[in-house]
């Protein structure tokens, strides 16, 4: 199987759940149902692996530390990158390397995702000019503050409007449970949030076609 590469961002401050979440969801997925099926990767769509912008270790949320798998200049092609939230974000929203990476990596992706007050820098890097987005909900007039240009949605769990966005924290195993489908079909998201027993319950907010 033709695996996709998910490259999921990390950085100190990050959210825990925020990329643990997404990584639970795209490392877990099988195209073949059961529990035995997870024993392997014959069957997984997604390779999974995180990128910081240095080889060092991140000090994330709470104090954890996690060692990226790869930095910038190491990370293999990404089809699908995952941009998390936290705290750390707003040290980010200045940093021209993290953003210029960004901007280059989405170019280059098939799929453009963020959680939480990670689409606060896809907004600074200008990949959410005139397009629907969401975020943590602390954080919606900070959204709109960078890039007026933004439609911000304050009541949506995950907004797909080309780039995908969500809510806060939590919300990123709805996002990645959302992108899963797109890809692979309802039938294995479905049984991939029944595998990590995560109950899913609220609808998409999906980009609305053009009039006329």
């Not at 089809?79 to 750390?88: K, R």
């Not at 005139?130 to 911000?152: K, M």
């Not at 009541?155 to 959302?178: K, N, P, Q």
Request: charged share 20%.
């Amino acid at each position: 199987m033709n695996q996709l590469n998910v490259g999921i961002l990390i950085f100190d401050g990050v959210e825990v759940l925020d990329f643990a979440g997404p990584y639970e969801v795209f490392s877990r997925t099988r195209t073949e149902p059961g529990v035995e099926s997870r024993r392997s990767d014959a069957s997984a769509p997604f390779n999974v692996f995180t990128v910081a912008q240095r080889p060092a270790p991140v000090t994330v949320t709470g104090g954890l530390r996690v060692l990226p798998d790869y930095d910038f200049g190491s990370a293999p092609p990404i089809d699908l990158m995952v941009i998390p939230g936290g705290f750390g974000t707003r040290a980010l929203l200045e940093n021209v390397g993290v953003l210029h990476w960004i901007a280059h990596t989405s170019a280059e992706a098939r799929r453009t995702t963020s959680v939480c007050t990670g689409s606060l820098l896809l907004a600074r890097a200008g990949l959410l000019a005139n397009r629907r987005a969401t975020t943590h909900w602390g954080a919606l007039d900070l959204l709109g503050g960078i890039d007026p240009s933004v439609s911000v949605q304050s009541d949506c769990r995950v907004v797909d409007d080309g780039v995908v966005t969500s809510a806060g924290v939590a919300a990123g195993i709805d996002m990645a449970l959302s992108v899963v489908e797109s890809i692979c079909g309802r039938a294995v998201a479905d049984e991939t949030a029944k595998y990590i027993e995560f109950p899913r319950q609220l609808p998409i907010s999906k980009s609305q076609p053009p009039i006329g």
